[in-house]
């Protein structure tokens, strides 16, 4: 059967307020009664001359914000996607990340900023093993694993649960976010599963299980996931935290912003260190006012490490597991 190729560009539009990382989403369709969604909006060769000219101009009529700056994240282009009638329908959905801000929405829009963590709770480690990883989680995918018929199946499963959800012999690797929705979804114990027919999602009777997290509209959870997958690894080899942080701050804010985005606390001495080692941040004389303790000093991102070294990233001190 030969296909229609339409293509479709999204935005993963992220920021950190109040140690908080947040995206922002649109309403899936004109109701606003659908799952929230990422913008998004086809790609159309008359209007737009490149994808990302495309993606600027769908995300400035449905949020009313400018964004400076995008790159590109990935290509989804799983058959079933889309879930649309139409069979004969393929839908590539290209990705891209931007980092801001946040600000205010526009009036007239209705775009709306949320946490991360709604959608990817079982992320947020910074209280340490969240409970619905540890009470409802970890107990489904062990019946997951059980419930393979033969032994071999049974190991294999098990061994992807160990790697992906950290175990004895395999810590939590935080940048395996996608790898974790993705073996949710396969074992069919997210709301995207039950929606897409997955028959991993019938077997289980308690609903519950299918309602960990917010879903999205679409396939835009998974993106969610592999942009915050995708940040995570960038902390350590580029400097974008400070996209996310005002002109000055102090390194209280430095660490809270980086903690908020990999999910756990980090030694503050350590990460002062590691900061301090790569020559990131230079003071201002400055301090900040607003505190009722001892005024802490406010810093300022030290832009000319761009050129001094390759991989500027803050770096990350050894990670609970």
């Known amino acids: ?11 993963a539009i992220l920021a950190v307020t109040g140690e908080e990382p947040r995206i922002l989403t649109v309403p899936e369709n004109e109701s606003g009664r659908s799952a929230a969604a990422l913008p998004f909006g086809p790609l159309e060769p008359a209007r737009h001359r490149t994808l990302e000219l495309g993606l600027l101009d769908w995300v400035r009529e449905q949020t009313g914000m400018n964004l400076t700056y ?145 879903p999205l509209a679409f396939d835009h959870r998974r993106i969610l996931a592999t942009a915050l997958g995708r940040l995570r690894g960038k902390l350590k080899y580029r400097p974008v935290v400070f996209e996310l942080l005002p002109e000055t701050f102090t390194l209280f804010q430095l660490q809270r912003t980086v903690e908020s985005l990999v999910g756990v606390r980090l030694h503050k001495q350590n990460f002062r260190r590691l900061v301090g080692r790569g020559a990131l941040v230079e003071g201002t004389a400055r301090f900040e006012t607003a505190t009722r303790g001892r005024p802490a000093e406010l810093f300022r991102f030290r832009r000319e490490v761009l050129h001094e070294r390759s991989a500027p990233g803050v770096g990350l001190p050894s990670l609970p597991e």
């Open 1 to 11: 059967m030969p296909y229609a190729l339409t293509v479709g560009l999204h935005a």
């Open 70 to 214: 995008v790159e590109q994240l990935y290509t989804f282009g799983d058959r079933d996607r889309a879930l649309l009638p139409d069979a004969s329908t393929r839908v590539l959905a290209v990705a891209y990340l931007a980092l801001v801000r946040e600000r205010r929405v526009t009036e007239g829009h209705a775009a709306s900023w949320q946490g991360i963590y709604r959608f990817l709770p079982w992320e947020d480690r910074r209280a340490g093993e969240p409970a619905i990883l540890r009470d409802r989680i970890r107990p489904a995918l062990a019946d997951w694993v059980s419930s393979a018929r033969e032994p071999k199946r049974r190991r294999q499963r098990r061994g992807r649960v160990d790697i992906t959800f950290g175990a004895v012999a395999a810590p939590w690797d935080n940048e395996r976010v996608l790898d974790r929705y993705e073996l949710l979804y396969e074992a069919g114990l997210i709301a995207e599963a039950m929606r897409d027919c997955r028959p991993s999602a019938a077997a289980h009777s308690n609903s519950a299980f299918r309602e960990l997290g917010s």
